[in-house]
């Protein structure tokens, strides 16, 4: 059977639930919710849980590391199921686009996200797809509070819309690949002020599939 791992990243402590850092948290838990499942097993150094569909063999990961380490949750489960990078899929927030925006890649570096860093390291491989999930731009903000700094209100509708939005990504990857999930949502933005500029078909470009 065809498998694939999904890992949405994050931190675990309470006081991080809602911050921008917790994004891939919060958007493998709509996927879980679409799928009917319910990650809450203690396996592979993270949350877990597994389920098929249309006949594929899912299994979500939440890493429990914290954030830094995620990579070693990752290859944890990617090594004991024997996955191999291009059928792994991570879910993860990105400072470079605004609240309402995401992109999908292929593969690629990490960009300067801690997280994808240690995945990479940890697998010997960047070459997973990925779900990059805008959570607004620092500007001349501290890096670090930003992260770990929760959404303004106004934002806080957008994402959730975002969140959904990254978990069809996610499926999607696996239903009709790379470069047509990424023609699908790179171009989308779900910020209220552009609702008359949402997705079109034929937005990916050259820089996208590059990167």
Do not use: W
């Amino acid at each position: 059977m065809e498998t694939y791992l999904i890992a949405g990243l994050g931190n675990p402590d309470k006081k991080y639930e809602e911050t921008r850092h917790n994004a891939g948290f919060r958007a493998i838990d709509r996927l879980a919710e679409k799928l009917g499942a319910d990650i809450k097993e203690n396996k592979f150094k993270g949350l877990y849980t597994q389920t098929v569909r249309n006949g594929i063999k899912l299994h979500l990961l939440k890493p429990q590391t914290y954030m830094n380490l995620s990579g070693e949750a990752v290859s944890a489960a990617a090594s004991f199921y024997k996955i191999e990078p291009d059928h792994i899929i991570i879910l993860f927030d990105d400072v470079n686009f605004e609240c309402g925006r995401m992109r999908v890649r292929g593969s690629g570096s990490a960009g300067g996200h801690n997280g994808i860093k240690n995945i990479i390291a940890q697998l010997g491989s960047d070459g997973f797809p990925r779900v990059r999930i805008g959570v607004g731009d620092k500007a001349n903000k501290d890096m670090i509070s930003h992260v770990l700094g929760k959404f303004e209100a106004a934002d806080r509708e957008t994402m959730e819309k975002v969140y959904a939005a990254a978990a069809d990504a996610a499926l999607s990857i696996i239903d009709n690949g790379v470069a047509e999930t990424m023609n699908r949502y790179n171009g989308l933005n779900l910020a209220p002020a552009d609702e008359a500029v949402k997705h079109t078909p034929g937005q990916t470009t050259s820089s996208d599939v590059q990167e």
